[in-house]
């Protein structure tokens, strides 16, 4: 004999409903928050871009930079041998700087440079900048338009002297007192060089403490050829 079992009252059904769109919208309501902290917790914070004015200024801009091209992404490996991000193995394993770089400050290096990060244009090292990606170069900053004539996605074409730099995301201390990032610097001809530069703080302010040259790629100069000596 088949139980027939009573309908709820309207109002319990409603109530029911009510709880559950409630409930459906706070979890949506936290896994929005979630994704908002997370794109977040990747911005780069202005501190940084203070770091990255300090290195261009000092060691790459001469009297004839006219512009320079930014790569958008961050970098992740050390060397363009290099396939993955940078491990704290191989940092410890090449000892550099004579391997007095604090292991925290390697830890951290690893940790925020798992992931390439956005940079944006909050460059301030008073010269003219544009990203590019690739070999596809982007409109350029408002605030340092140079020239504006370029069109949107233009393939790059590099004036004499030009830099393209690389940076990785900068790790700190867990005082806050060492910095480390990795800058990568290239010319038009294909040459270039990578480096660690290690930052301390002094105060309020931070100093430019010592550069390790990573990797080098230097112009291939051909031999000249003699004359030709007869049997």
Known sequence: MNQVFPQPPRM????????????????????GAVAESDQKADAIP????????????????????????????????????EEGPATIEAIQEQEYFDGELPPDLIREFREVNRQASRLEGRF?????????????????????AWPATVARAR?????????????????????????????????????????LVWCR???RSWALFDTEVVWTIQPQIEPEEGPLLAP
Do not use: W
């Open 201 to 203: 703080r002094q105060g």
């Open 124 to 144: 301030h090292f008073g010269v003219g900048y544009r990203f590019a990606t690739g070999d596809r170069i982007e409109e350029p900053e408002v605030s340092l």
């Open 46 to 81: 202005a501190e940084d871009y203070a770091l990255y004015d300090q290195v261009v200024t000092s060691k790459f801009l001469t009297s004839a930079t006219r512009l320079v091209v930014i790569e958008r992404m961050t970098r992740l490996r050390l060397s363009p041998d």
């Open 12 to 31: 319990i059904r409603l109530i029911v409903m009510i709880v559950a769109v409630l409930l459906m919208g706070g979890l949506m309501g936290t896994s």
């Open 155 to 195: 393939p790059i074409h590099a004036p004499p002297g030009l830099d393209r730099l690389a940076f990785s995301r900068v790790a700190r201390s867990l005082r806050n007192d060492h910095a480390l990032m990795y800058v990568e610097a290239l010319r038009p001809d294909g040459t270039g060089a990578g480096f």
